[in-house]
């Protein structure tokens, strides 16, 4: 499940720092890896280190967009706390993906929306509770952010 704790948090680890010293060139071959680059980035894995994007043309790991590189920490990383206030909203339905597939904590500092979400299942620390109605999920978070 995926885990929020919404405020600062001193353990939270900054994703695109991480992913810049940290991440294994496997994972790139991994099609949920490959999922998050295509959804986030709207780019393409093609093999070894490179990565086609339509803006930048064939680019490097490291020169994903931070909110990619947070997320392929979270899902590579789930014992790891992540600071995913790196990720814009476009990283909000498969950040709740990855809380499906694995147990993994977050940190926010702003108000996500998960509006592409069919059924939300989010745990907030906080509060110590699960949340599965968006507007409990607003009226929550805007207490903390």
Request: net charge negative; with cysteine; charged share 25%.
């Amino acid at each position: 499940m995926l885990h929020i704790c919404f405020g600062e948090m001193e353990n939270a680890n900054y994703g695109p720092d991480w992913f810049k010293v940290n991440y294994d060139p496997k994972w790139l071959k991994d099609p949920f890896v490959q999922k998050i680059i295509k959804d986030v980035d709207k780019s393409e894995y093609v093999d070894g280190l490179i990565i086609n994007s339509p803006v930048l043309g064939p680019i490097p790991p490291e020169r994903l967009s931070g909110g990619a590189q947070t997320l392929i920490m979270i899902y590579e990383k789930p014992e790891l706390i992540f600071d995913a206030t790196s990720c814009g909203e476009n990283c909000a339905k498969i950040l709740h993906e990855i809380g499906m597939q694995k147990d993994v904590t977050i940190n926010l500092n702003y108000l996500m929306k998960f509006d592409d979400v069919e059924s939300l299942k989010v745990y907030i620390k906080n509060e110590e509770r699960v949340i599965t109605d968006m507007e409990d999920y607003i009226m929550t978070a805007v207490k903390y952010v």
